[in-house]
């Protein structure tokens, strides 16, 4: 079984900046795309920036140019610089990852798991 465990959140002013961390871990052979994705109340859960085993980053629009997005592959975890944060940013935020998972000796499969979330919260 693999798992993803979020940190980093937490209250913060408008302006400020946080940085959230992801790690995952268990029976993975490869990760491939791993991201981040945020739910506010009442609302859906929608993308905030993705990245590639390669390094290439994809962001929602409405945090471009305010978050970064990084990983390091060796530690299987990806990061969220968010600078210039705004109340609008408030939300859950979700580690998702594609990846293989080992299942037996020999047997591999392509599964997608999501983290429980951490809760980030801009208000003064």
């Known amino acids: 079984q693999v798992q993803l465990v979020e940190s980093g959140g937490g209250l913060v002013q408008p302006g400020g900046s946080l940085r959230l961390s992801c790690a995952a871990s268990g029976m993975i052979i490869s990760i491939d795309t791993m991201g981040w994705y945020r739910q506010a109340p009442g609302k859906q859960r929608d993308l905030v920036a993705t990245?590639?085993?390669?390094?290439?980053?994809n962001y929602a629009d409405s945090v471009k140019g305010r978050f970064t997005i990084s990983r390091d592959n060796a530690k299987n975890s990806v990061y969220l610089q968010m600078n210039s944060l705004k109340p609008e940013d408030t939300a859950v935020y979700y580690c998702n990852a594609d990846l293989s998972e080992r299942i037996s000796y020999s047997q591999s499969v392509d599964a997608n798991y999501w983290g429980r979330g951490t809760q980030v919260t801009v208000s003064s």
């Open positions: 990245i590639t085993s390669g390094g290439n980053a």
